[in-house]
C-alpha cells in the first residue's frame, strides 16, 4: 500500500464521506520507532452503530475507581451510565481529592495515593491505607452547600466530605493535619465541558463523566500489555493504565483501528486514543514512580501520533488503549462478556513506517 500524503488524503475524504478514516502502525521488530497516525475523519460522519459486528475477544477484568486516583475496586457486574461504571452507591470518578486552594490533586503528584485502597457496602465508604486505622464515609448523608472546582479547567460541582477524611487523607499523604479535602459528586444527570485539547477528537459532553481526565470509559488490550512488557526489563500490569475494561483474546494493539466497541449487549464508540503520562510510571502496589521512568519511557519509543493536525494536541504523549464513549441506553457488563468491533465497510488505510 502506498503511502499518501496529508493532502492527497484528505482530498480523497472529501469523496468519501460516508467512509470512517483513521490511521495507525504498529511496532514492526524491537527497536524500531513507529509511526503512529490516528486520522479521526469519523468526527463528520454521523453517529451511527454499525450493522455488523466480529468477535475479538472477551471481558477479563472490570474495574472501577471511586475515588480519582486512589485505589481500584474490582467487580463482576457493573451498570454501565452515561458517567460511567455503577453498582448502588459505588460509582466511577465521583470523588476527588482537592488541596486548600481548590486544585484538584492526583497520583501524579502524590503517588503515595494509589495505596489508599476504597471499599464500599451500601453508602458506605470505608478508606483504608498502610499504618493508618480505616476512614468511613456515608456517603448519603453528604449534603449542604455545594461549590465548585476546577479540573482541567473546566468547572464541576462538589460537596465538602467533611473533616474527618480530610484529616485521614492529609495525616496519611503529608503528615499533616490539614492541606487535602475529599470532595464528592452526588448527581446522576451532570455533564462537564470539553477541555480545549479533546476536541480535535470524537468526545462529546455525555462522554466526559465528572471526575475523569478525559471520558468515562477506558478499555485496555492485554495483549497490548504483553507485547510492551517484551520490551521491558520489569513487566507492568494493566493496572498501570488504570483501565475500567480490560479485554482478552485480541491481538496486540488491534485496538488502534477499532471504531465501535460493543460489550455484550453494551455499545460504545472509541472516541480518543488514551495518550499516558507519567502517573504509568507509578507502581500501584507500592505508591512508587520507577526510577527509570518505565513503561512511559519505552512507549515514547514506538506509541506516538504524528499526524501534523493532532500532534500539537498530545505532545509526546505515547497511545496505550482507547477511550469509550457510551453510544445508547445504559447496560449492564459482566466478566466473561464477548466484546465485539465493528466491520468497517473498507480496511482502515495503514502507513508504514518509513
Not at 460509582?91 to 494509589?114: E, Y
Amino acid at each position: 500500500m502506498h503511502q499518501r500524503s496529508l493532502l492527497q488524503w484528505r482530498r480523497e475524504a472529501a469523496k468519501h464521506r460516508t467512509r470512517l478514516t483513521y490511521v495507525s502502525a504498529a511496532a514492526v521488530g524491537a527497536g524500531t520507532v513507529v509511526v503512529f497516525l490516528w486520522w479521526w475523519w469519523a468526527k463528520r460522519q454521523k453517529d451511527q452503530p454499525p450493522s455488523q459486528w466480529r468477535k475479538v475477544g472477551e471481558l477479563s477484568d472490570l474495574v472501577v475507581y471511586p475515588v480519582k486516583s486512589l485505589g481500584p475496586i474490582r467487580m463482576n457486574t457493573m451498570e454501565c451510565t452515561k458517567l460511567g461504571l455503577k453498582s448502588g452507591w459505588l460509582r466511577d470518578r465521583t470523588l476527588m481529592v482537592i488541596d486548600l486552594n481548590g486544585h484538584f490533586v492526583t497520583a501524579r503528584q502524590w503517588p503515595k495515593m494509589v495505596q489508599v485502597s476504597p471499599s464500599i457496602s451500601g453508602s458506605i465508604l470505608t478508606l483504608s491505607a498502610p499504618g493508618m486505622m480505616s476512614e468511613t464515609i456515608d456517603l448519603s448523608r453528604l449534603r449542604g452547600k455545594g461549590f465548585r472546582v476546577a479540573l482541567w479547567g473546566q468547572p464541576v460541582d462538589v460537596y465538602d466530605c467533611g473533616e474527618a477524611p480530610a484529616r485521614w487523607l492529609s495525616r496519611f499523604l503529608l503528615q499533616e493535619d490539614t492541606g487535602f479535602r475529599l470532595v464528592y459528586h452526588p448527581w446522576d444527570n451532570s455533564r462537564r465541558g470539553l477541555r480545549e485539547n479533546h476536541k480535535q477528537f470524537l468526545i462529546t459532553t455525555n462522554d466526559t463523566g465528572i471526575y475523569p481526565d478525559a471520558t468515562s470509559y477506558c478499555l485496555i488490550n492485554e495483549s497490548s500489555v504483553t507485547e510492551l512488557n517484551t520490551r521491558l526489563d520489569e513487566p507492568v500490569t494493566t493496572e498501570h493504565f488504570r483501565p475500567n475494561f480490560v479485554i482478552k483474546g485480541a491481538t496486540a494493539y488491534e485496538e488502534d483501528c477499532w471504531g465501535w466497541v460493543k460489550i455484550g449487549n453494551v455499545t460504545f464508540r472509541c472516541v480518543k486514543p488514551c495518550t499516558r503520562c507519567i502517573f504509568t510510571t507509578v507502581n500501584p502496589e507500592t505508591g512508587v514512580k520507577n526510577p527509570k521512568v518505565e513503561p512511559l519511557k519505552t512507549l515514547k519509543s514506538y506509541r506516538q501520533i504524528v499526524d501534523p493536525v493532532i500532534r500539537p494536541v498530545v505532545g509526546e504523549s505515547p497511545v496505550m488503549g482507547v477511550h469509550l464513549g457510551l453510544r445508547g441506553p445504559s447496560g449492564t457488563v459482566q466478566l466473561g462478556d464477548p466484546v465485539y468491533v465493528s466491520v468497517p465497510d473498507e480496511q482502515p488505510l495503514l502507513i508504514s513506517p518509513p
